[in-house]
Nanobody, 121 residues
Framework: QVQLEESGGGLVQAGDSLRLSCAAS????????MGWFRQAPGKEREFVAA????????IYTDSVKGRFTISRDNVKRAVYLQMNSLNSEDTAVYSC??????????????WGQGTQVTVSS
């Protein structure tokens, strides 16, 4: 079993950067691909980025390509989301998840509670 806890959210201005972290407990962390999802008010949860178990493969939703970077540190049992050039459309609760290497929520078994990111324009 894996427990996940996100941190690093906050209120920033458009154009700023933030780095989200997701700390995982459990020795099985290294077996799982990790994903970041976000949910804005009144909208469905959407895929942001994912990294496979060994960190060698990543995928991104089109709207964040070139601005966001997902990475992981299997020694520290953590996954990160570096977010640059933030804009108001990035405002959402960001959650990390552990599971299959997928863009779909159904591919993930474990979820964190989320961290709020608010971008003011």
């Amino acid at each position: 079993q894996v427990q996940l806890e996100e941190s690093g959210g906050g209120l920033v201005q458009a154009g700023d950067s933030l780095r989200l972290s997701c700390a995982a407990s459990g020795r099985t962390f290294i077996r799982y691909s990790m994903g970041w999802f976000r949910q804005a008010p009144g909208k469905e949860r959407e895929f942001v980025a994912a990294v496979n178990a060994n960190g060698g493969m990543t995928i991104y939703t089109d709207s964040v390509k070139g601005r966001f970077t997902i990475s992981r540190d299997n020694v520290k049992r953590a996954v990160y989301l570096q977010m640059n050039s933030l804009n108001s459309e990035d405002t959402a609760v960001y959650s990390c998840a552990a599971g299959a290497f997928s863009q779909y929520t159904g591919g993930y078994e474990y979820w964190g509670q989320g961290t709020q990111v608010t971008v003011s324009s």
